[in-house]
């Protein structure tokens, strides 16, 4: 069992950029599958993009494909989720999760995570 929080969420202009950061504690240092999560009221929840660090593998979902980029630093616990060229429909809470299971390799899917951080809203004015 571990905790995450994440941080770097706010309001932005369209087509500006944002850095989160998911932070965990109580670390196993056993390989594990990390992901970032975006919802907004009265839709569905989108998985946005995952890395297993044990490797550095990581995958997106198309609409945020060129634009998003998912990184970890292993010395501070923390994945990375680098947001460019923000449009408004990139407006969520982006919540971070995480496995010690390998990644679904059939794709970004909520229900295979175990630890949730609390959230951070993302806005992006147009």
């Known amino acids: 069992l571990i905790q995450l929080a994440e941080f770097g969420g706010g309001s932005v202009q369209a087509g500006g950029s944002l850095r989160l950061s998911c932070i965990a504690s109580?670390?196993?240092?056993?390989?594990?599958?990390v992901a970032w999560f975006r919802q907004v009221p009265g839709k569905a929840r989108e998985g946005v993009s995952m890395?297993?660090?044990?490797?550095?593998?990581?995958s997106y979902t198309d609409s945020v494909k060129g634009r998003f980029t998912i990184s970890q630093d292993d010395v501070e616990n923390t994945v990375f989720l680098q947001m460019n060229s923000l449009k408004p429909e990139d407006t969520a809470m982006y919540y971070c999760a995480a496995r010690v299971m390998f990644c679904p390799p059939a794709g970004i899917d909520g229900g295979q995570f175990d630890d949730w951080g609390q959230g951070t809203q993302v806005t992006v004015s147009s």
């Open positions: 890395i297993y660090t044990g490797d550095g593998t990581s």
């Open positions: 109580g670390y196993t240092r056993s390989r594990r599958c």
